[in-house]
């Protein structure tokens, strides 16, 4: 019984150990996958940066498109792993979801309307 016992205990904790392996491994390669997709728009960032600052020519049309198609693969990363943007602009203020930097009265707006929005969550 005691033998069993053992082997039933041993058997256990190798199952426990595995799990936590396994939870670990499929953390670090869900990590992997995620910044996978955005390096990308680092490499995009980066260029443009370097670009503006060897070419002060570059206009600044040219410089909005490729800030914004760096944007639209940034949101096509997040989409891809179910992530979404919340913006709580015109909504009504919630101290349990948002956070208030400045409160004002703005004609026409009702009181406690959220009138614009610094951080997206």
Known sequence: MNEQYLRIRADLENLRKRVVRDQDSARLEAIRDFTLKLLPAKDALERGINMARTYNEIGSATLMEGVGSTLDMLDKAFSDYGIREINPGS???N??????VAVRNVLGSEPGTVLSVFEKG
């Open 91 to 93: 909504e009504r203020f």
């Open 95 to 100: 101290p349990e979801f948002h956070e208030a």
